[in-house]
C-alpha cells in the first residue's frame, strides 16, 4: 500500500505523507510550505522526469488541506481511525440552541447598523475559532498519549463538529458574502 493512501480507505490521500510530514496537528505554517516547496522541486519533470509519482495537484491540494486547521484536523483524524462528519453528526449538548440564540443577536446588531458590529462579531468569531483549535490540538495530544482511546478520537469529532458552525458563521460575517445567500442584513 503507498504510503499516500495507508490508513485513509476510500478517503483520499494522506496529506502527511503527500508532503513528506508527520502525522500531527501541531505543524506550523512554515514546515507546510517548507514541505511543499521541496517535494515540489523533486516532482519536476526536469528533475524527477516524466514518470515521477508525484504531481503538483497533488502536492497542492495536500498543502491546502494541511495549512488549513481544520481541514489538517479532519484528515488526521479520519488517519487515526476517527468518525467522518457524516458519519458522526454529534454536537455538544445545548450548542444548537446556543448558536440560534447567537445569530439572532449578531442578526439584531449587524442588522440595526450599530457601529463597528460586525468587527465585534469577527472578532467574536475569531476568538471562538482559536478556541477550537485549541481544544483540538489538546485532544490530539489526549488521544496519540493513549494509544488513540476511541473516547477521545470521538470528542475531537464532536470539536470538529462545533468548530464547523464556528466556521460558517466567520463566512456568513464577511461582508464580501453573497447577499442572496447571506443570513444576515448589512
Do not use: C, K
Not at 62 to 76: S, V
Not at 84 to 107: I, K, N, Q, Y
Amino acid at each position: 500500500m503507498d504510503e499516500r493512501t495507508h490508513g485513509q480507505g476510500n478517503a483520499g490521500p494522506d496529506p502527511f505523507g503527500v508532503l513528506g510530514l508527520p502525522r500531527r496537528f501541531g505543524l506550523s505554517d512554515s514546515e507546510i510550505e517548507s514541505a511543499f516547496l521541496a517535494r515540489l522541486a523533486g516532482a519536476h519533470p526536469d528533475l524527477a522526469g516524466e514518470s515521477s509519482s508525484m504531481d503538483a495537484a497533488a502536492l497542492t491540494e495536500a498543502r491546502a488541506t494541511l495549512a488549513d486547521p481544520e481541514r489538517r484536523a479532519g484528515a488526521l483524524l479520519a488517519l487515526l481511525g476517527g468518525a467522518s462528519a457524516s458519519e458522526d453528526r454529534s454536537l455538544p449538548d445545548g450548542f444548537l440552541m446556543e448558536m440560534m440564540e447567537l445569530r439572532e443577536a449578531v442578526e439584531e446588531e449587524i442588522g440595526s447598523g450599530g457601529p463597528g458590529a460586525r468587527a465585534r462579531w469577527e472578532a467574536f468569531a475569531e476568538a471562538r475559532r482559536a478556541g477550537h483549535i485549541g481544544r483540538v490540538a489538546e485532544l490530539f495530544e489526549a488521544a496519540e498519549a493513549s494509544n488513540l482511546r476511541p473516547e477521545l478520537l470521538a470528542a475531537v469529532r464532536l470539536e470538529l463538529n462545533a468548530w464547523r458552525y464556528t466556521e460558517r458563521l466567520i463566512e456568513q460575517l464577511d461582508p464580501e458574502y453573497d447577499p442572496a445567500r447571506a443570513d444576515f442584513a448589512g
